[in-house]
């Protein structure tokens, strides 16, 4: 590690191999926690390179626990957290109106780093009991439309990072690894970035897949679609920038999508929106951010088909069924 911290010092980057090997032996508990912070810092301070992400990205799937969901045609809809917002959790109220619609979510998510409710954190403090049993997972989707992979249990080799990241309290790579590692694979993805640079690596990465995806990217900072100002999304079919008044919705303010200073200010706020009882200005966001991923599923529908199928799933009460089967 002292001879790979002194090259990122001296601002080379890792080969593909290279970033393969050091999580690997990340993974496998090589290095001390005052390493591995030094480690963490360097991606703080400079931009990933493509080869690193995509050799951590490989060495996270090898050492993960696999889940094979492929008899369900299933989409991931997250963000790589750490753009500092403090919404609610948009994106996965997005994925409960996206099976509420039903389609089949398979999301990968943890708890908040560097926010205070990450998904994790708001399923749990719902009731939801985390697993890696795949029947169980199985008979979510089969019932629910959705089932959670808290990221913990299906890569135990990261129990080395998990404390130096909660320490830190601030984005690291591994935000940016997060939703390229779900261990099921999913044929569909929605996933939104914090910055731009991170957006154009994953569009690189996602096109050698098979995938069917989205990417966005707020401009002004948000990993998703906030309503505040433009934004980018970066698809199989090439890229765009819009405004919320181009997807039918009305520019609004930071303050329409904050999501509370604890768990139970996020919960209670995730529940409202289930159950139609939340602001105009919140349900629009998750609509804005389910009508892309319902698109993934149907690309031949408008964007504005697709945000009505969005707001039917809310509106019937059939996003919050999806959480309430889930539970159950």
Do not use: W
């Amino acid at each position: 590690m002292k001879h790979t911290l002194n090259n990122l010092f001296e601002h080379k980057t890792l080969s593909e191999q290279n970033a393969y090997d050091i999580l690997t032996r990340i993974g496998k508990g090589d290095f001390n926690h005052s390493q591995i912070a030094a480690f963490l810092t360097v991606y703080l301070m400079r931009n990933i390179s493509v080869e690193e992400l995509t050799g951590f990205r490989n060495a996270l799937l090898d050492l993960c626990l696999k889940i094979d969901l492929s008899e369900f045609n299933t989409i991931d809809v997250c963000g790589t957290g750490g753009d500092g917002k403090d919404t609610f959790n948009i994106s996965t109220l997005s994925a409960f109106v996206v099976a509420g619609a039903g389609y089949k979510v398979a999301k990968h998510g943890n708890y908040g780093v560097s926010s205070s409710c990450g998904s994790s954190n708001v399923l749990e403090y719902l009731g939801y009991q985390f697993t890696n049993d795949e029947s169980i997972l199985k008979s979510q989707l089969d019932e629910a439309n959705f089932c959670m992979m808290h990221a913990p249990l299906f890569h135990p080799a990261m129990k080395n990072v998990a404390p130096i990241r909660k320490e830190l309290g601030i984005k690291t790579f591994f935000n940016m690894l997060g939703p390229l590692v779900n261990p099921s694979n999913p044929q569909n993805q929605l996933v939104g970035v914090f910055n731009l640079e991170i957006a154009r690596i994953y569009n690189y990465l996602l096109q050698s897949s098979d995938k069917k995806y989205t990417i966005l990217h707020s401009l002004d900072g948000y990993d998703e679609i906030s309503l505040t100002g433009k934004f980018k999304a970066i698809s199989n079919n090439g890229e765009t920038l819009l405004s919320p008044e181009n997807i039918g919705f009305k520019t609004q303010m930071q303050e329409d999508i904050f999501g509370g200073n604890t768990v139970k200010d996020a919960s209670k706020i995730f529940i409202n929106v289930l159950n139609n009882e939340c602001t105009q200005k919140q349900k629009n966001a998750v609509l804005a951010n389910s009508s892309f991923a319902i698109k993934c599923f149907e690309p031949n529908k408008t964007l504005a088909e697709c945000t009505d199928i969005a707001q039917e799933s809310i509106d019937s009460g059939k996003a919050y069924q999806s959480l309430k089967k889930l539970i159950a």
